[in-house]
């Protein structure tokens, strides 16, 4: 069998390789030379003469480019055949997706076309061996597909033994950019697009398209004030705020705190949402649940802030502030304004 | 003929409230643990379907859920807000289905129910946020999804106009022919329940749950077809045992473990003001902050 990786490339709205895709090659590479295989990059839209330069430094082989007019913006159908049959042609048996509106419209779609599994919002890949007692069968180098599960304090390893590709999605951030010193020139391989897309794969029309420049990016923030449902109302969060522009942070928040209507969706931190890496990450009345830690534990320094000392989350901050957020904040606050000056 | 909207609806356990016992050995999910309720954007989508009723007339909307027997609890839920018909998926055979067994299974009962319009599913399910049984549903079926709905805009002659939220803004599609459309929460809620329904429906029963009922019951449900909930097993829907259940899954859980957290050398403070004061000090010192 082959082991041939394959990430798919998704074009952001200016025409660039989004983030994600390449924080995707910078894994797919460790884990192809792990395997001894190559690395591959499928890139679907219009005008895709920058894709190669973007991803020479992230260790892309072969890159498969199917450019034409109709291939921009992205729709289901013609995006989801040219994927399907280059994997197939390929005989790709690693596939990886960006966990974005675009990769989780496509990947389940490719899924059920090759008939293979599919995990979404992983959080680490990893390749290891499977062993069945009962056929006494050592299946080797396997994808170990791992994310937090169900409920509490739970982490899964999924792997697909018979069925290939194996394939996962991965939101971003949770993959760390490496760019390689020494750039590769992918070799790329140019696809006529009339033989992966038919005229029925066009069933559905944009008629129209109101996209936005990106307004919250707690993402690059170096110091965040997250904010969880032990905040108790969008007026504390208030205080998260002031805090945060005293020193020059972002606000995230706990799902449960998005749930509660508390803070907008885009500063949902976690397994669905974004994984930040800030210098500094404050938690305020977060209880520490695995789907949240498991978008920011690799914060440089965690400072929670809870009435309860033994919730979860003073497992992995470095300080733990026993008390409510009303108090501590504007302490914090007035403390840093006296102490700074 | 009435235009016919099919939806697909799921009763997830609550992960809102989820006990230690919540999964067994074998990696599956313990259900029978956990309080199950109708899962959140699927309400979003049967109300998406409900909108698309009204603007029709004459239409009708079918929820289809494959569970346990219990989750027969949601279609009649679904009735009470307005639809029309339920079909239960149950089987044993069904059971540690992952997303590309569960869409196949969903997938021969929609072409039992053909032809149809429209088939609506949530964006995703709580119980695991895959958010892959729809598109997956769509390709088995042949048919173009729309996925992430916010918005029924209307008819344009035959052809259905929706809304989509994105990452970084929305996008209006336009669809000819059946299609499969998922929404996004960030839809409109659902109705809520309908007094009126509630006495009509609250007496549908599906086969299995008929077993256990009286004489009489029986024969007032024969009088009223409305209220049965059709039940259909792997032989109903003539199922390719081998593509169904754990057999029919390619992904397998290798392994499940309960996060050890590495105790970090931490630092416990109170909220007092030499505490807090301490602490802003060493940051600034630091230069964590300042
Ligand atoms: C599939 C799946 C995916 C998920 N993805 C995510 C995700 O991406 N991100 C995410 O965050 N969650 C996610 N969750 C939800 C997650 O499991 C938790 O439910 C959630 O993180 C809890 O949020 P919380 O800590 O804010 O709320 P709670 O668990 O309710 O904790 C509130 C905390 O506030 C404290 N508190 C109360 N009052 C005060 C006060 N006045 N002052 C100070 N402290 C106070 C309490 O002691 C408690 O520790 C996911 C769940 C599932 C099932
Ligand atoms: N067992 C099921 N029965 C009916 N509908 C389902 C089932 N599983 C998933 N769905 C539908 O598919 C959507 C996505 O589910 P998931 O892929 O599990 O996140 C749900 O919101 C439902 O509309």
């Known amino acids: 069998m082959s082991k041939n990786i394959f990430v798919y490339c998704e074009i952001t709205e200016e025409g660039h390789v989004a983030d994600v895709s390449l924080e995707l090659c910078s894994r797919g590479y460790k884990l192809a030379k792990e395997l001894g295989v190559e690395l591959n990059a499928i890139a679907i839209g219009n005008n895709l003469n920058n894709v190669a330069d973007e991803v020479s430094a992230f260790g892309v082989n072969n890159l498969y480019l199917t450019e034409d007019e109709k291939l921009f913006p992205y729709l289901n159908m013609p995006h989801s055949n040219i994927v399907s049959k280059i994997l197939k042609e390929q005989k790709a048996d690693i596939v990886l997706f960006g966990a974005t509106s675009i990769g989780r419209d496509l990947a389940p779609r490719v899924a059920s076309t090759l008939k293979c599994g599919l995990t979404a919002d992983c959080t680490s890949l990893e390749i290891g061996d499977h062993y069945v007692k009962k056929t006494d069968t050592t299946y080797k180098n396997l994808l170990y597909q791992i994310r937090p599960a169900f409920g509490g304090n739970i982490v899964a390893t999924i792997i697909n033994p018979d069925m290939h590709p194996q394939m996962a999605t991965v939101r971003e951030g949770v993959m760390k950019l490496e760019p390689l010193r020494k750039k590769i020139k992918p070799e790329v391989i140019k696809l006529d697009v009339n033989k992966y897309v038919s005229k029925s794969d066009f069933a559905i029309s944009i008629i129209d398209r109101q996209i936005e420049a990106q307004k919250i990016n707690i993402k690059g923030a170096q110091i965040i004030i997250a904010g969880g449902y032990g905040v108790g109302s969008k007026k504390n969060f208030g205080l998260l705020n002031q805090l945060a522009e005293l020193l020059g942070g972002e606000v995230g928040a706990s799902r449960a705190a998005v749930d509660a209507g508390y803070a907008e969706h885009e500063r949902q931190i976690g397994q669905t949402g974004v994984t930040v890496r800030p210098k500094l990450y404050i938690a305020c009345g977060i209880s520490g649940a695995v789907q949240h830690t498991a978008g920011m534990d690799q914060s440089a320094q965690v400072i929670s802030i809870n009435i309860d000392e033994e919730a979860p989350i003073s497992n992995i901050a470095d300080y733990n502030i026993i008390g409510t957020i009303e108090s501590v904040i504007p302490k914090m606050i007035k403390y840093y304004r006296k102490n700074s000056k | 003929m009435s235009y016919k909207i099919l939806v697909l609806a799921k009763q997830v356990p609550d992960t809102r409230n989820v006990g230690k016992d919540a999964m067994k050995s074998d990696g599956t999910v313990n259900r029978a643990a956990l309080p199950a309720i109708f899962n959140p954007e699927d309400l979003n989508a049967l109300e998406f379907a409900l909108r698309v009723k009204d603007k029709k007339g004459d239409a009708e909307v079918i929820i289809i859920t494959m569970g346990p027997p219990r989750a027969a609890d949601i279609i009649r839920e679904g009735m009470y807000r307005g639809a029309d018909k339920g079909v239960l998926i149950t089987d044993r055979k069904f059971a540690g289905s992952d997303t590309l067994a569960t869409s196949y299974a969903i997938s021969l009962a929609v072409k039992k129910l053909a032809p149809f319009d429209m088939v609506v599913a949530g964006r995703q399910a ?13 390709e088995k079926l042949n048919i173009p999804q729309i996925t992430y709905a916010e918005e029924f805009i209307g008819f344009s002659g035959k052809k259905i106009q929706v809304k989509r939220r994105l990452e970084r803004g929305i996008e209006i599609l336009e669809a000819e022919g059946p299609v499969l459309i998922t929404v996004h929460s960030s839809a409109a809620n659902c109705r809520v329940r309908n007094a009126k329904r509630v006495m009509k429906y609250k007496y549908a029963r599906t086969e299995i749950e008929l077993q256990e009922a009286a004489e009489d019951y029986i024969e007032m449900l024969e009088n009223r077809p409305y209220l049965q909930i059709k039940q259909w097993s792997v032989t109903d ?37 030499s505490d807090i004061n301490k602490l802003i000090k060493s940051l600034i010192s630091s230069h964590v902050i300042g």
């Open chain 2, 237 to 273: 829907l003539n199922a390719d045992v081998s593509l169904l259940g754990l057999s029919g899954s390619p992904t397998k859980v290798k392994k499940i473990e309960s996060v050890v957290f590495t105790q970090k050398n931490s630092t416990t403070l109170s909220s007092s003001d």
């Open chain 2, 126 to 138: 709580i119980d695991g946020d895959t958010a892959q049984v729809g598109p997956q549903v769509a």
